[in-house]
């Protein structure tokens, strides 16, 4: 066995770094969009890094799926057509095929390669791709909405890599003015909004933009996240048509299957945002 | 200007890394109980560093100073006697000062060098040192509680660095049973807990001794701090006599101060459990 070295991904617009101890480099490629590089980790599983940035580790991404997937579904009356934009790893696909309201579910997901590279390192995350109302898509997810059909959707979730490169267009009002047509009235549309911490202009930038796309309400919620930058991140909903102040408590205390981090009383604590949040946010 | 570099702290036990960008360094000094560094850094204004861990950062202290006091003196009815053990940074006696019904606070710091380099480093910290109720004592925190008169203390807050090195004796039985006896009945001890992802035996070991040393309620709540392992942290109160399931929540909404991260929502939300933590600690 090799010596252990690191992997760690300098995050230059905060400042800090944040790296992981790996036994190997499993695989490395140079894909049409990106370089997706897999490594073994001596504590974390096996670790996805995309152009140089952590993308998700096996130990710690449950906390992102469950929060980029559960809440939106909790607040939603009954999502049963819901796109994932990106999510090209199969794990928020996997969360969503767990609530039964759901019928089908498609992911678009830009670079094929990502699910490939999922299938074979992160398996678990991938077991639910044979579900019947999963549907894979490979293409641009900008272009998948631009041309969706208006009032089809329930629930959009952009599950996407930070907003440079390929996933830059899905942080902007004419992305979010597509998202909008295409929902249902009552649909959610739910975004990663990076750090808290360290992204606030971001999350403010997207927040205004969804408002200007017709959104009536909108929500961050933050959650721990050790593999991205300050170990602490967020989701953004926007709702078209209807409060996001809510969602369905009992049917969350109630939940017919499992999760590791989301339940009733985290989705709740979610909803409560730290003084400075609350006062950078209006809110 | 010099270059700017990287310091970086390996956590070995977990096999993860946090850094920070850093422009010089101000201050290094080898004190008859560690090595203390301070840094400059590019974007987290000064950074204390003890025997190569990372103690606070100017930006993101607050996350941990405010949940390791607001909580608990939420929770108590009226905490008039309040000792902290450790904190030599002073930032937990400015939050503790706060609040009014505090009549006196003694800060137990075993190296007078944390405090003396925290008010040159980190002044804002220290800004209630000069406050009539403030106690500043130089001296081994262990001893103290074990010598501390028997019912004469509200609330106790072990404010110390890792189970290892002088802090080691600060997480067992005999240290906790000194708490007890020195508490009053209704009487709160809290103790920061490392992070709820990789140190779960640590806070189950943690839980079981406040129990054995006869503390009636245990609560572990946990909270994100950028600077610390995994970036997610956590305290552990635990109360003689009582409950530990709510708080003054009217007093929190309507509390006199203002502070950062902390207000009545996230109280609440940090005592939801997530489900892994939930199942673990058996709650």
Redesign the interface.
Known sequence: MST?S?F?E?H?A????????VEKLLHAEKTPFQTIEIYQ????GNLMVIDGCVMLTS??NFLYHEMMTHPALFTHARAKRVVIIGGGDCGTLREVLKHEEVEKATQVEIDERVTRLAEQYFPELCESNADTRAELKFADGIKYMAEAEAESIDLVIVDSTDPVGPAEGLFNAAFYTSCYKALRHGGILVQQSESP??HLELIKAMRAAMRTAGFSAVKTL?F???CYP???WSCTMARKGGELSGFRERGAAAKSF??????A??H?????????L?EALGE
């Open positions: 252990p690191w760690t300098a230059q905060s400042g800090s770094s944040i790296g992981f101890r980790t001596t504590d974390w130990r710690d911490l360290v933050p721990p996240q050790p300050t170990g602490w499992a999760t590791r981090y989301y339940n009383e985290v709740k604590g979610a909803l409560a945002l730290p003084e400075f609350r």
